[in-house]
């Protein structure tokens, strides 16, 4: 199980503000998950303060993707819905949800985050403040998908992303 509760102060409280950082040097996490393939490699899927960095290495070649509100301060861009390059593509969805169905989705990821898969990462200040990922190696790719549940008040954010890179 890779359910983590943090005692931090979250540092990106903004689905508004995330961004997205390619190939950048990795931050250190609060929490993560290594994950191995014989032929994908290996993925360290990485919780930072309420965002997310993945680290894939492969063959001598390695890839770094950050979602986080300090993505744009360190050259990266504002979050886009889709970006691809060779080897890799990004898609990115923010739902503005009621509160029920934020309660909802939390409950949903900490139970589907007791697998050996996944990661899970709640915040202080609220019970559904969570960064959640999992990652799963295909045909010599490893593919991710990421939550940031961001509450607020009567209602709150979903985002999510999906990602996949081969090398």
């Not at 931050?27 to 303060?49: N, Y």
């Not at 899970?120 to 200040?125: D, L, Q, R, V």
Request: hydrophobic fraction near 40%; charge should be negative.
């Amino acid at each position: 199980m890779s359910v983590h509760v943090l005692d931090v102060v979250p540092t990106d409280i903004s689905a508004d503000a995330l961004g997205l950082l390619l190939d950048a040097p990795a931050p250190d996490t609060l929490a993560d998950l290594r994950l191995s393939d014989p032929v994908a490699g290996t993925v360290v899927l990485g919780v930072l303060g309420a965002s997310h960095v993945v680290v894939a290495d492969a063959d001598g070649t390695r890839f770094t993707e950050q979602v986080s509100c300090d993505a744009v301060r360190s050259g990266g861009r504002a979050l886009p819905e889709t970006e691809e390059r060779h080897g890799y593509r990004f898609s990115s969805r923010v739902e503005r949800v009621s509160g029920t169905e934020l309660r909802k989705r939390a409950r949903d990821l900490r139970d589907r985050a007791t697998a050996a898969d996944w990661v899970c990462a709640g915040f202080p200040g609220h019970p559904d403040a969570l960064t959640v990922l999992t990652a799963t190696a295909y045909s010599g790719e490893w593919r991710w998908r990421t939550w940031h549940l961001y509450p607020g008040g009567d209602s709150g954010t979903v985002v999510t992303t999906e990602s996949r890179w081969r090398p």
